[in-house]
């Protein structure tokens, strides 16, 4: 059983760039987190995606997007990269009313901001 | 929503009981309690989630007073493969769509 799947797992981008990271959610899951964990935090929620709709939204500026497909799949957009953006970006899965078994997280994509 | 304060670090040898103790003064009434651990640059992995009581898997124990003010996860007999941050989280049920609100976790290190 596949679970949650990232893409990619590493990743170097320049100040100023954009980036797109991508997830697929555990089979039979269809709503989809994002979140940034910078070295030695906690992750931090950015936004929730269900429906094709962003859901919730953490305290990040509008330079952080995102976007989900008819088959649950899920990309973030960075836009104007700055070093702060650095950090491992984790998706988590989950089923919307079914039985809770906790968010599933995927193995994350590493960002590094030069 | 709820803040957690949990310590910082942990340490312990292989075969003891690890529990590590979670305050959250301010939980809401329709708050869960739930515990993740985390390895180095992977996701959170769910341990276990609970309202009030005991609850047990095949894992760990959650161990929540009457007042909910503060929970303890009990994971029994340790090895060096639980060498890990855990972290505690207190929010609404998570199968409605609610997210998760991270503190610094507990970095527990296991020793031979």
């Known amino acids: 059983d596949a679970g949650v799947t990232q893409s990619p797992t590493h990743l170097i981008k320049t100040r100023g760039q954009q980036v797109t990271l991508r997830c697929s959610p555990k089979?039979?899951?269809?709503?989809v987190s994002w979140y940034q964990q910078a070295l030695g935090q906690g992750p931090q929620f950015i936004f929730q995606y269900y429906e094709e709709e962003e859901r919730q939204r953490g305290n990040f500026p509008d330079r952080f997007s995102g976007h989900q497909f008819p088959n649950y799949s899920s990309e973030l957009n960075v836009n104007a990269l700055l070093l702060g953006d650095s950090a491992l970006y984790l998706c988590a899965s989950s089923l919307r009313g079914g039985i809770f078994y906790g968010y599933t997280f995927g193995s994350g994509t590493r960002l590094t901001v030069v | 929503l709820a803040k957690t304060t949990q310590p910082i670090s942990m340490d312990s040898y292989e075969g003891q009981e690890v529990n590590i103790t979670c305050s959250h003064n301010?939980?809401?009434?329709?708050?869960?309690i739930t515990w993740y651990q985390q390895f180095p640059s992977q996701g959170p992995r769910f341990i276990i989630q609970g309202y009030k009581t005991k609850v047990t898997n095949e894992v760990a124990s959650l161990f929540i007073p009457a007042d909910r003010k503060s929970s303890t996860l009990s994971l029994p007999r340790v090895s060096l493969s639980d060498t890990a941050v855990y972290y505690c989280l207190v929010g609404p049920p998570y199968n409605q769509g609610g997210k998760l609100i991270f503190g610094q976790g507990t970095e527990l290190s296991v020793k031979p």
């Open positions: 301010n939980i809401a009434t329709n708050d869960y």
């Open positions: 089979s039979g899951h269809d709503t």
